[in-house]
């Protein structure tokens, strides 16, 4: 008989801290490594763009940030509905740490989209259905934070902040399928479940590039996250023992 795993054993605060103290440097030195490396490929190696020139390599910062801008809204609404059906505290927490690190995705994504779109549009921003929807995904993270920095009681601020989430999950689909479902200036998916339209070395350093994204992003959660829960069970054994930890070791 194989053996049984215990999926809620991280569920506890203090196991959840530890573990989140123990991943977080090694995925920060993963993102580092990785996109250093990915730069390196996209900016040096990988070829010049037929049509576009030179200006496609902001594609590799803006294409990661954009995906990652969408899952990460994705996984807080996840985390902020489980939070709502199981009256889980670590689950508000998690939604809780991932909306600044989305926010900042989709802000880079913004901005990325802005210097890409003034030579090649000949304008720094259009009202286009994907960057709009995209407008709308920053504003939908900073009134999540918003919302919940104004309530001072936690369990009331985390049921309302996570309604706000779980709503505005179908601003996603809508970004994503918005090149589909609409004539928009931005042009299609250059990599889907078809395959790819990328040349190899474009394609190599864009899936780097996107997984040096995916452990900037899991790292700075967990970072977050330990913050979150050092202040939410500051009144607990095991909190005030980590502060004390952290103050040995300042």
Same mark, same amino acid.
Do not use: K
């Given at each position: ?61 803006? =294409? *990661?940030?954009?995906?990652? &801008?969408? /899952? ?7 985390? #902020?509905?489980? %939070?709502l059906i ?61 919302l ?5 009681d ?15 999950a179908?601003? =996603? *689909?809508?970004?994503?399928? &918005?090149? /589909?479902?609409?004539?928009t200036?931005?042009?299609? #998916?250059?990599? %889907?479940p ?57």
């Open positions: 008989m194989g053996t049984r795993i215990n999926w809620f054993y991280f569920a506890a605060p203090s196991r959840c801290y530890r573990l989140a103290q123990t991943l977080q440097p090694w995925l920060l030195g993963a993102a580092v490594v990785l996109g250093a490396w990915g730069l390196y490929l996209g900016l040096w190696q990988a070829p010049t763009d037929a049509q576009q020139g030179e200006v496609y390599r902001i594609v590799f910062m803006h =294409v *990661p940030a954009a995906w990652m &801008s969408m /899952v990460i809204y994705l996984a807080m609404a996840g985390w #902020a509905a489980a %939070g199981w009256q889980s505290r670590l689950s508000h927490m998690m939604a809780q740490a991932l909306a600044p690190t989305g926010a900042l995705m989709t802000f880079v994504a913004l901005w990325t989209s802005a210097l890409w779109g003034q030579p090649t549009w000949g304008t720094w921003w259009v009202w286009d259905a994907r960057l709009t929807s995209e407008l709308l995904l920053l504003f939908l993270y900073l009134g999540y934070m918003a919940h920095a104004s309530i001072e936690a369990h009331r601020a985390d049921r309302a902040a996570s309604l706000l989430a779980i709503v505005g179908i601003n =996603v *689909p809508v970004i994503y399928f &918005s090149v /589909v479902w609409w004539n200036l931005h042009q299609g #998916a250059s990599i %889907g078809s395959g790819s339209r990328m040349a190899e070395p474009m394609l190599h350093a864009m899936l780097i590039m996107v997984a040096a994204a995916w452990c900037y992003t899991l790292a700075a959660v967990l970072a977050r996250l330990r913050l979150i829960l050092l202040r939410r069970e500051r009144h607990t054994t095991w909190a005030q023992r980590a502060l004390h930890e952290q103050e040995s070791q300042a």
